[in-house]
């Protein structure tokens, strides 16, 4: 079992910054990998960026270049440092964590809006 529990999410104008957190606990020795999706109201969930445990990352399309994933060295954080945000990252955000079985485990998410 993990617990994922995200936080910095906010209301932000276009072109701000913002650094999302997720503070992972449990079973963290488990984990495989871990990343943030989003959902915007009425849209699919949709991947934002991954990270694994040997320190491979993926990002969508649409965020390269201005988000970036990280952690900590202990895997119990999981950051996304979002630059130049646009209205259309308008969001809420899951942090998530998949465990070496395949069991996947979510944060219930933060919203952030990015509007002037």
């Known amino acids: 079992q993990v617990r994922l529990v995200e936080s910095g999410g906010g209301l932000v104008q276009p072109g701000g910054s913002l650094r999302l957190s997720c503070a992972v606990s449990?079973?963290?020795?488990?984990?495989?990998?871990q990343g943030w999706h989003r959902q915007a109201p009425g849209k699919a969930r949709e991947l934002v960026a991954s990270?694994?445990?040997?320190?491979?990352?993926k990002y969508a399309d649409s965020v390269k270049g201005r988000f970036t994933i990280s952690r900590d060295n202990a895997m119990n954080t999981v950051y996304l440092q979002m630059n130049s945000l646009k209205s259309e990252d308008t969001a809420v955000y899951y942090c998530?964590?998949?465990?070496?079985?395949?069991?996947?485990?979510w944060g219930r998410g933060t919203q952030v809006t990015v509007s002037p």
């Open positions: 998530n964590a998949v465990l070496a079985l395949g069991s996947n485990f």
């Open positions: 449990g079973d963290i020795f488990s984990i495989n990998a």
């Open positions: 990270i694994t445990k040997g320190g491979n990352i």
